[in-house]
């Protein structure tokens, strides 16, 4: 199948990555765009997983204040470089996670950051729950699996859904603009604050 330039530069369009990855990309999928991008998210977080390594010492802090004043939220969004850490696009993605964080209250950042005392007495209520309705132990273990992967979606930041686009995760974005810029950008750490909450 051959993939004309067009098609290519939609696609490049689309997502900001190279001509070449996207060629790639397309070939793969056999021109089918939104498989080509599925593709190219797969290699991103193959990529940003072998980033994990390296170290981030420059970044940025980002704030968010709702209109109403009554809640504000800060971002700290850390690069490799100080070059990327000016980056639009990375202040960008710092502005639009600081927004996501005020609007959807998650508590952790991924599922490695709550205590396992919290996981465990979920994973409990969970399983009574599920044994109370008649089901096997084994059937009540998946079911348990399953809503435990829904409690994370709920409660941690990288899981959920982004508010101004439910079909990419923080995650997606995260890994897309790491594609991108070709180094390792990790969300360390946020905190909101709700009046009276």
Do not use: W
Request: proline share 2%; glycine share 6%.
């Amino acid at each position: 199948m051959t993939i004309t330039a067009k098609e290519i530069a939609a696609l490049r369009a689309k997502t900001g990555i190279g001509m070449m990855e996207c060629k790639k990309a397309l070939e793969e999928a056999g021109g089918n765009e939104e498989n080509a991008i599925e593709i190219m998210r797969k290699r991103g977080a193959t990529k940003a997983a072998k980033r994990a390594e390296r170290e981030t010492k420059a970044g940025l802090i980002e704030s968010y204040i709702h209109s109403n004043g009554k809640i504000g939220v800060m971002v700290e969004v850390l690069a490799e470089t100080d070059f990327v850490a000016k980056n639009d696009e990375f202040k960008q993605f710092a502005h639009d996670v600081a927004l996501h964080v005020a609007a959807m209250a998650p508590k952790y950042i991924s599922k490695e950051d709550v205590p396992a005392s919290e996981v465990e007495k979920e994973k409990t209520f969970l399983l009574e729950e599920v044994k109370a309705s008649g089901k096997s132990a084994e059937i009540a273990e998946k079911i348990v699996e399953g809503r435990l992967n829904k409690f994370y979606e709920e409660n941690c930041l990288l899981y959920q859904p982004f508010v101004k686009d439910q079909d990419k995760k923080i995650e997606d974005l995260l890994n897309d603009l790491t594609t991108k810029i070709g180094e390792k950008i990790i969300i360390s750490r946020f905190c909101r604050f709700q009046i009276g909450a």
